[in-house]
Nanobody, 125 residues
Framework: VQLQASGGGLVQPGGSLRLSCAASGFSLNRPAIGWFRQAPGKEREAVSCLSTNNDITYYPDLLKGRFTISRDKTKNTVYLQIDNLRPEDTAVYYC???????????????????WGQGTQVTVSS
């Protein structure tokens, strides 16, 4: 199981980014997959998860509205669109999966999924 995140960078407040997570070693047609982030000095938190067998998404209440998770089956890649970026969105963003879990809600509440490498997002003027 390999997950490679990319697409991070330095963005001004109000801007947008689309993060990508390329999966290899397994198909995104089965397990749930999601995005998490960790800001400096803070615990890692779930941003969004997707149940790939039925496309049910989960977003924590505090993060609803500016984040959109999606998937391209042909590329075995999952995306995270982030709009109206704020300085507090600054963090390392990770994608994660659990091959034994198909529920987006459960994955987002898991403490031990398979983590991919992260990508840094910095929001600053």
């Amino acid at each position: 199981v390999q997950l490679q995140a990319s697409g991070g960078g330095l963005v001004q407040p109000g801007g947008s980014l689309r993060l990508s997570c390329a999966a290899s070693g397994f198909s995104l047609n089965r397990p749930a997959i999601g995005w998490f982030r960790q800001a400096p000095g803070k615990e890692r938190e779930a941003v969004s998860c997707l149940s790939t067998n039925n496309d049910i998404t989960y977003y924590p209440d505090l993060l609803k509205g500016r984040f959109t998770i999606s998937r391209d089956k042909t590329k075995n890649t999952v995306y995270l669109q982030i709009d109206n970026l704020r300085p507090e969105d600054t963090a390392v963003y990770y994608c994660a999966t659990d091959l034994g879990q198909s529920s987006s809600y459960a994955l987002c509440h898991s403490s031990s999924p398979n983590w991919g490498q992260g990508t840094q997002v910095t929001v600053s003027s």
